[in-house]
Each structure stands twice: as C-alpha cells, then as structure tokens.
C-alpha cells in the first residue's frame, strides 16, 4: 500500500480559517438568524457585536452569550439612518480594535398587494432591506481597508432574490438588489482585501415567518442555525477564496425548483 501523503505530488488540503479572536458585527442580531449567527460565530471564537432596533432584546441575547464565555456587545441600531450606522460601526472599533466580518441580516417584509401597499411601507422595506446593508458596508469597509487582514462582508439574501411570489413586490424588489449589490462589491473591493458574499437563504424556523404565518408547515422550513454555520463556512474559507454566492435551502422546500 502506498502511503499517497508522503509522496511528493501529494496535495494537502487547507485547513478552514480560524475565527478565533476575530470581530463580527450581526445586523439583526437579537433574534433568528441574526442570534444563530452570533451563537455559531461566537462559539467558534468570534467577538460578536449584537445590533439591533430592540437594544434591550439585543442586550438580553449578548447576556446569554456571555454565561457561554462568548464576548459579546449589544448595540442600539436602526439601519436605515445612517449616523446610527456610523455609530454602531465606530463601538465595534472602540469594543474589539477592528471588524472583521459585517453580517448584513437585518431585514422586514410587508405582505400585501400592490394596490394595499403603502408608500410608506414600501420605503420602509427598502431602506431596511437595501440601504441598510449599503450604509453598514459603506462604513464598515473603511474600517476593513486600513486595518490588516482587510475583512469579509456576508448579505443575506432570500430565495426571494431569485424567484416570485404575489403580494411580496418590495420584499422581492429589495433582495434582488440585494444579490445585485453584493456582486457588485464583490467584484469593487476584492482588490482592498475585502471579500464580499450573499447566503441565498430559504424558509427558517424563525419569528420572521412563524409570528406572520402561525398555519405555515414547519417541516418544509430548516434550523436557522443550519444557515448560520453557512455563514461561518464562507468566513472559514482560505486565504485568496471567496464565496461570491451560497444558497441554503431546506430540503422540503418544495416550492424551490
């Protein structure tokens, strides 16, 4: 028998890059995705900044994180003003020294139909949904272009970004220009050691779905913690690769093709 790893031509493969001690910043990061993401992370040896609308929920998650030994820091955050932006990007940087990773997961939904749909609504889903993640990349990559290591942004997308459904059109509209941003910054600031990525993800066990559709069939939706080791993936990959697009769906999700 041959032993192939001590043959010269033999190739080793990477080990996934480590997180210990690294800074990530979770829009959303109360509750959901955005809680799974800083327990994922966090037990992987992140520093977590938790920012989200309800600071006190915010602060109740970063608490529970912290009986883990996980460092964790809760931040009051709306993400479509852009001077909290600037702020929750500026505590991170007095908190921890740096950002590593922006994880831009804060999102809502107005389900109704066109002709129902307010102007209002309409604005809210899109400064939320898309300028959000504009301003928070734009502040946190600034960060990221002067410190060492430069930095990794992930959007999380939808299926939503890839396909249809009625009485969703400024959910719709929002995640496609979300996908669209996020090729785009990929392909602007990779040359700034920055590397950008989206998680297209599908239907969740979370109270984004569940508080607004209590009859859904929850054997078709997946763990979001399922999604959130999708997002520590794209963080672990070696240095040179990036991740430009991973979709994560459940395996029911019959309505996916």
């Given at each position: 028998?041959?032993?192939?790893?001590?043959?010269?031509?033999?190739?080793?493969a990477?080990?996934?890059?480590?997180?210990?001690?690294?800074?990530?910043?979770?829009?959303g990061?109360?509750?959901?995705?955005g809680?799974?993401?800083?327990?994922?992370?966090?037990?992987?040896?992140?520093?977590?900044?938790?920012?989200?609308?309800?600071?006190?929920?915010?602060?109740?998650?970063?608490?529970?994180?912290?009986?883990?030994?996980?460092?964790?820091?809760?931040l009051?955050?709306?993400?479509?003003?852009?001077?909290?932006?600037?702020?929750?990007?500026?505590?991170?940087?007095?908190k921890?020294?740096?950002?590593?990773?922006?994880?831009?997961?804060?999102?809502?939904?107005?389900?109704?139909?066109?002709?129902?749909?307010?102007?209002?609504?309409?604005?809210?889903?899109?400064?939320?949904?898309?300028?959000g993640?504009?301003?928070?990349?734009?502040?946190?990559?600034?960060?990221?272009?002067?410190?060492?290591?430069?930095g990794?942004?992930?959007?999380?997308?939808?299926?939503?970004?890839?396909?249809?459904?009625?009485?969703?059109?400024?959910?719709?509209?929002?995640?496609?220009?979300?996908?669209?941003?996020?090729?785009?910054?990929?392909?602007?600031?990779?040359?700034?050691?920055?590397?950008?990525?989206?998680?297209?993800?599908?239907?969740?066990?979370?109270?984004?779905?569940?508080?607004?559709?209590?009859?859904?069939?929850e054997?078709?939706?997946?763990d979001?913690?399922?999604?959130?080791?999708?997002?520590?993936?794209?963080?672990?990959?070696?240095?040179?690769?990036?991740?430009?697009?991973?979709?994560?769906?459940?395996?029911?999700?019959?309505?996916?093709p």
């Amino acid at each position: 028998m041959t032993d192939t790893a001590s043959t010269p031509n033999a190739v080793q493969a990477p080990s996934p890059q480590s997180l210990q001690g690294r800074v990530a910043l979770i829009t959303g990061g109360s509750r959901g995705l955005g809680a799974a993401i800083a327990q994922v992370l966090g037990e992987s040896g992140m520093r977590v900044a938790l920012a989200d609308l309800e600071l006190q929920r915010a602060q109740d998650c970063a608490a529970m994180l912290g009986e883990q030994d996980i460092e964790a820091i809760a931040l009051p955050l709306n993400v479509s003003d852009a001077a909290q932006c600037q702020r929750a990007v500026d505590a991170t940087v007095d908190k921890f020294g740096r950002i590593d990773a922006l994880v831009n997961n804060a999102a809502v939904d107005v389900t109704a139909p066109l002709a129902e749909l307010s102007v209002e609504d309409w604005l809210r889903v899109l400064h939320t949904n898309l300028s959000g993640p504009f301003l928070m990349t734009k502040y946190a990559t600034a960060q990221m272009a002067k410190q060492s290591g430069g930095g990794h942004v992930v959007n999380v997308a939808s299926t939503a970004s890839k396909r249809a459904w009625p009485n969703a059109s400024a959910y719709h509209a929002t995640k496609w220009g979300l996908l669209g941003l996020s090729h785009a910054l990929h392909a602007e600031l990779r040359d700034q050691g920055i590397r950008v990525g989206a998680v297209v993800a599908g239907g969740m066990k979370t109270p984004f779905l569940l508080d607004r559709f209590p009859g859904i069939d929850e054997t078709k939706l997946q763990d979001p913690i399922n999604v959130a080791c999708a997002v520590r993936f794209m963080l672990q990959q070696p240095e040179g690769t990036v991740i430009p697009e991973l979709t994560v769906l459940p395996m029911q999700e019959t309505s996916w093709p």
